[in-house]
């Protein structure tokens, strides 16, 4: 069981994505800008510098074309090679997107880091998730997705609770991306998720349930997103905590960070 226990926090430890809240380029509020806009043009492309302690690598997220679902047209959204490792193009990745009222929104299933071998699987559908807003004030609440999962990982059974929320960011006038790239008239959004992890195992005749992971925020993605180009910088780290007694148990860490960085490279 330690193996197995061990592989699931692993997968949390990559999945799940906190971001930094270090924000030293200035710029806060959000006053409503009508001349924003983001690209959703056929043919559009990104690519990505992927960097992250397990390794880099690169994204190259693109739009293919146009995907009717229900009542409503959506850009759809692909990746070269059908490979992402960035929580961004990850959640992009073979998704419909489309604008109405100030608002992008994201529908299909949430692939969290679909480049990884993952022992779980966990993946969220959407229908008009709002993954941005034009005019939105710093931290509004933009959509909830709540939902249990459950699944059998390795004979044991798991109950997942999650809740994902989309939250409304800054304004900011200039700003430097970490490596060093400038630009104008830049905002952020952020996707953050809260999830619980439950198993029940059978003692003597009498089922009992144990808690993995105790209901915690396990992602906070924040996109840079700039005007007339799309998401310039995405920030993420991985972040859980779990009871000291069961890490003893088990033998791993009570607690882990991972870092995750997505840098615009190049776009048309």
């Known amino acids: 069981m330690k193996n197995k226990f061990y592989l699931l926090t692993v997968a949390f430890s990559v999945l799940f994505i906190s971001c930094s809240s270090d924000d030293s380029n200035g710029g806060s509020g959000s006053t409503p800008d009508t001349n924003f806009s983001i690209p959703l043009s056929n043919g559009k492309y990104w690519t990505y510098d992927v960097v992250a302690q397990a390794g880099n690598s690169r994204d190259s997220l693109y739009i293919s074309g146009d995907s009717i679902i229900g009542s409503n047209t959506y850009k759809r959204f692909e990746v070269k090679n059908d490979i992402a490792t960035g929580f961004y193009s990850s959640s992009l990745r073979n998704n419909g997107v489309r604008e109405s009222d100030n608002k992008l929104l994201l529908t299909g299933d949430l692939s969290l880091a679909s480049g990884q071998q993952l022992p779980i699987d966990l993946d969220v559908s959407l229908i008009d998730f709002i993954i941005f807003k034009k005019g939105a004030t710093l931290d509004e609440l933009l959509s909830t997705k709540t939902g249990t999962i459950q699944q059998t990982v390795q004979g044991f059974p798991l109950t997942i609770n999650y809740s994902l929320k989309s939250k409304g960011g800054e304004s900011i006038p200039n700003y430097t991306s970490p490596n060093g790239d400038i630009y104008t008239n830049v905002r952020t959004s952020k996707i953050l998720l809260n999830a619980s ?12 349930t144990i808690t993995i992971l105790s209901d915690q925020q396990i992602l906070a993605s924040t996109q840079y997103i700039a005007n007339n180009i799309g998401v310039v910088y ?20 009570a607690s882990d960070t991972q870092t995750q960085e997505e840098f615009l490279d190049t776009h048309n």
Not at 239 to 248: E, F, L, V
């Open 197 to 208: 992890i439950t198993t029940v195992q059978d003692f003597n005749g009498f089922p009992v």
């Open 234 to 253: 995405t920030n993420t780290v991985t972040t859980y905590t779990i009871n000291q007694t069961i890490a003893d148990q088990f033998g791993i860490p």
